[in-house]
């Protein structure tokens, strides 16, 4: 097809100014025959000052090279700060607290460059670019017979042109090449299903084994302070960390993993409410403590409705009941939270005698099994 051919799509798709309500400007379509109702058309275009003052342009255009001007001066800050600012630097963020100095400045720096880019271009688009609107009007989606044959044409030339037909010693070592060449990536996705390691996956560091077999007090979280069974009151929530943490803080070696699987929640409601013994006998006199991460997707389960006495996982909504034994009542997860055994020790103290019985976090573990 040269350039001067013209299909019936190009003729169908040509754009059409629709400002005003001029019926001979819209195609006969959509004009108001007997069995239809009258286009109401487009409103008339209005003009803007930029259309019709170039000084009013002129204005424009300096505000849009204004704002990208400043989001340059942002990205600078943005590459000055990255090199500049200390790693260990902090300040005091209101409302937030001691934040990360060349954090706060890259986001808000890199955030600053792409805002004036978004509102320069924005406002570019209102004040300069072209606002009249046009119909595009719909039109058939498969090309003709004729593109269709031409387009398999040159597939089966660029074949030909491989002599791939009329060399099969090319054609089969090239296959056995790709064949095999797909079995590793298969292999690592085959191989990643496992076996899972479900012992690792269930072990977290409030298994006395951890504390030299002793066992293991529940701290308050982030303070790291123990708490006293009588500081429990009914109603109270607790958010805890077992004492073992203190270890990886002093070292500072994999906190955030021992962390990440220990967070437990300790709430105390009145024992009678408390529906399934074990629930009743792993806690004491009405103090329950429960993994904290959501059997869904993990999630940290830290909302309680004192009054229905329901854990609340703001993600998706995953509802526990804490009468049930933490069973799921609403929401995607599907197994229970599970329940940490608690006493009290000689000093008063609550401690976990036993680590979790059951792999913490989303259910995919339990699925293993
Ligand atoms: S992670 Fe808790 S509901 Fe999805």
Known sequence: MNDNETTDHEKSTSLVPASGDGHDRLPASLIAGDDQFENPGLP???????????????????????????????????????????????????????????????????????????????????????????????????????????????????????????????????????????????????????????????????????????????????????????????????????????????????????RAKAAVILIRLDPDLIKVQKAKDWGVDGALAYSKICTHVGCAVGLYEQQTHHLLCPCHQSTFDLTEDCAVIFGPARRPLPQLKITVDDAGYLVATQGFQEPVGPSYWERAR
């Open 44 to 258: 008339a275009h209005v003009h803007r000052a930029a259309d019709d003052d170039p000084a009013a342009a002129k204005r424009a255009e300096r505000q849009v090279a204004t704002l990208f001007g400043l989001s340059m001066l942002a990205t600078l800050v943005f590459l000055v700060s990255y090199f500049a600012i200390p790693d260990e630097a902090t300040f005091f963020f209101p409302g937030i607290g001691m934040a990360k100095t060349q954090n706060v400045v890259l986001g808000l720096s890199l955030g600053f460059a792409i805002f004036l880019i978004g509102i320069g271009a924005v406002h570019w688009a209102k004040t300069l670019m072209s606002d009249e609107e046009i119909i595009e009007e719909r039109h058939e989606q498969a090309s003709t017979p004729e593109q269709r044959a031409k387009a398999v044409a040159v597939v089966a030339e660029g074949v030909d042109s491989t002599q791939l037909p009329r060399r099969p010693l090319l054609k089969y070592s090239l296959g056995g090449a790709l064949g095999l060449f797909a079995l590793p990536l298969g292999l690592q996705v085959v191989g990643s299903l496992g076996p899972v390691n479900i012992d690792e996956l269930g072990h977290t560091i409030w298994d006395p084994k951890d504390n030299d077999g002793k066992p293991i007090r529940l701290m308050r979280d982030p303070e790291m302070t123990p708490i006293r069974f009588d500081e429990v009151t009914n109603g109270s929530v607790f958010h805890v960390m077992p004492e073992t943490l203190q270890k990886y803080i002093d070292e500072g070696k994999h906190v955030l993993e021992a």
